[in-house]
């Protein structure tokens, strides 16, 4: 502020100075014909210049998902984050790709990250980019799962299958709601987790809750063990196998995958 109130001060001097000569010379002057500017800091050295970016946070599309799947090559990134989205967790392990390298850690990519990248990786093949869904019974599962973690729920097969990296680890019987309370179909993700929730609104136990849109969730079902298929949920996605549930329960975590679809 001092510096600020000095840098005035010299500058209506010059001002003064400048007027003061006009009119010693009979030149009409006023304060207003001279336009002052002051710096309301210091600047010393040279302003960074950075380099282009190729694709940063928000960019989207294929070349983003080549970038991803040689990230994955290193381990930087998770194979979930495959998904053409240079999102939060991309721009992270771009950073860390960076460091790792000893290059600015712009968490974006510039040419000269592009090439190094190039150097230590190998040219994504179609299965890095686009991974198989795996297959159950001779049948594929929908292609959303073929990647990171996925409660993976076919309408069709009246199955859940949780599914890691494509391999399906568990397996179980599952039925959804009735027609006017209907499960939505789609891909969502783990929101929340309940161990023991009671619904409010139908003042109904469901415990270990795995909630992905709105009030519906994956939830263990006493209804459904004792009756099957002859009842039906108000929207969510029932389970049975009450030792099965209490496992996934665990397995599972918020942000994980949830594809409801039919086969």
């Not at 001002?15 to 010379?25: C, F, H």
């Not at 282009?52 to 070349?63: D, R, V, Y």
């Not at 890095?128 to 594929?140: F, H, M, R």
């Not at 599914?163 to 969502?188: C, H, L, Y």
Request: net charge positive; with cysteine; charged share 25%.
């Amino acid at each position: 502020m001092r510096g600020l109130i000095i840098r005035k001060a010299l500058g209506g001097l010059v001002v003064g100075g400048v007027i003061a000569t006009l009119l010693s010379s009979g030149t009409t002057a006023t304060a207003t014909s001279v336009d002052l500017k002051t710096v309301p800091f210091e600047v010393s050295g040279e302003l960074p210049i950075y380099p282009k970016a190729l694709w940063k946070n928000g960019s989207s599309g294929t070349n983003v998902r080549k970038v991803e799947a040689r990230l994955v090559q290193l381990k930087l990134l998770e194979k979930k984050y495959l998904d053409n989205d240079f999102g939060t967790m991309t721009r992270a392990a771009v950073k860390k790709f960076q460091k790792s390298k000893g290059i600015p850690e712009l968490g974006y990519v510039d040419q000269n990250t592009l090439d190094q990248l190039a150097k230590v990786t190998h040219v994504p093949t179609q299965t890095e980019l686009y991974p198989p869904a795996p297959v159950v019974n001779g049948k594929k599962l929908d292609a959303r799962c073929a990647t990171g973690v996925a409660l993976c729920i076919d309408k069709s097969t009246r199955k859940l299958r949780y599914v890691v990296d494509g391999v399906v680890k568990m397996q179980m019987d599952v039925r959804f709601g009735a027609v006017k309370t209907a499960t939505r179909e789609g891909s969502f993700t783990v929101g929340w987790k309940s161990r023991n929730h009671v619904s409010k609104l139908y003042d109904s136990k469901m415990p270990f809750a795995m909630f992905f849109s709105g009030g519906q969730a994956v939830h263990y079902s006493s209804d459904f063990a004792a009756r099957g298929y002859n009842g039906a949920s108000h929207g969510c996605v029932n389970v049975r196998d009450l030792a099965k549930i209490k496992v996934l329960f665990d397995e599972v975590h918020v942000g994980d995958k949830v594809i409801v679809y039919r086969s």
